[in-house]
């Protein structure tokens, strides 16, 4: 098995990204699976292009993608993506679309295609805190969860690809007084545990993993 997994840029007037940083460091094989490393463009539309001429040229079974989460307190597992750009902040290039589709023959939602319940469990069994979330925000972080299953969807039918929102690490911290922060090593521990996931279940367990609000 082969995995594309891609880390963003920095964005939002942060220095560092923990989700390119930590892919950075993970392991070149992980469960028998080749690691194929990526760093994206926090862009709007070049972000998904950029995926999209890597599946071309590796040739990945899976596209795993990590963003940041500044404020989340744990490892969050996305479990799907809407057709919507709405940006609260402008991206890298200064775009900053509001209410407009990431593809305009879309269906409102894509789901993702990995199994994100074994993929919270096993992060879990590492010691790591983790959870299923049913929003991945609307900025690009969503625009390449949508995106990528847009593409896998109408040109690489077969390949599963989902997202994994991350928190800041703690030197992103030092001057936000009350925010949660994971360091790289838990981090990078977190995802090499959801990859593992990936490897050893074709299908998703069962288990409950909702929330009620």
Do not use: W
Not at 92 to 114: I, K, M, R, W
């Amino acid at each position: 098995m082969r995995i594309l997994v891609t880390g963003f840029d920095p964005f939002g007037g942060e220095t560092i990204n923990p989700a390119i940083e930590s892919v950075k460091r993970l392991d070149d094989v992980i469960c028998g699976a080749e690691i194929i490393k990526l760093e994206v463009p926090t862009v709007i539309n070049k972000s998904i292009q950029r995926i999209r001429r890597a599946i071309m040229e590796y040739d990945p079974d899976v596209i795993l993608s990590v963003g940041q989460a500044g404020g989340r307190c744990d490892i969050t597992v996305e479990r799907v993506g809407i057709n919507v750009n709405d940006c609260s902040i402008p991206d890298n290039e200064g775009n900053a679309p509001v209410d407009t589709p990431v593809f305009e023959d879309g269906p409102d939602a894509y789901f993702s295609a990995l199994p994100i319940k074994a993929m919270v469990r096993e992060i879990r069994n590492v010691g790591i805190p983790a959870s299923v979330s049913n929003s991945a925000g609307t900025f690009i972080c969503n625009h390449v969860l949508y995106g990528v299953r847009y593409v896998c969807e109408h040109e690489f039918p077969g390949k599963k690809s989902g997202f994994i929102h991350i928190p800041f690490m703690p030197e992103q911290t030092v001057n936000k007084r009350n925010m949660p922060s994971m360091s790289r090593d838990d981090i990078v521990k977190g995802l090499t545990a959801a990859i593992t996931a990936i490897v050893q279940n074709e299908e998703d367990i069962a288990s409950s993993e909702g929330a009620t609000h």
